[in-house]
């Protein structure tokens, strides 16, 4: 099986997602590979977010994950 799912964050509380997620699934499948996809090409990846994240002090995430698990 695989998945990509990326981290939260809403009104500035960070939610990792992925990993809350892995956690669940660890319980039903064996983990074969977690891989962490780079961004390329979306919106978020640009000066002006570069910028913007200099100026308000916080971090662009840059990656998604890809969970490979095979069942039990």
Same mark, same amino acid.
């Given at each position: 099986? =695989?998945?990509?799912?990326?981290?939260?964050?809403?009104?500035?509380? $960070?939610?990792?997602? =992925? $990993?809350?997620?892995?956690?669940?699934?660890?319980? +039903? #499948?064996?983990?074969?590979?977690?891989?962490?996809?780079? &961004?390329?090409?979306?919106?978020?990846?640009?000066?002006?977010?570069?910028?913007?994240?200099?100026? +308000?002090? $916080? +971090?662009?995430? =840059? $990656?998604? +994950?890809? #969970?490979?698990? &095979?069942?039990?």
């Amino acid at each position: 099986m =695989g998945w990509v799912i990326a981290d939260q964050w809403i009104k500035k509380k $960070f939610t990792p997602v =992925g $990993f809350l997620l892995w956690q669940r699934l660890e319980k +039903y #499948f064996e983990p074969v590979d977690l891989i962490c996809l780079t &961004r390329h090409n979306q919106t978020s990846n640009t000066s002006l977010w570069h910028n913007r994240a200099r100026q +308000y002090n $916080f +971090y662009l995430r =840059g $990656f998604k +994950y890809l #969970f490979i698990m &095979r069942k039990k």
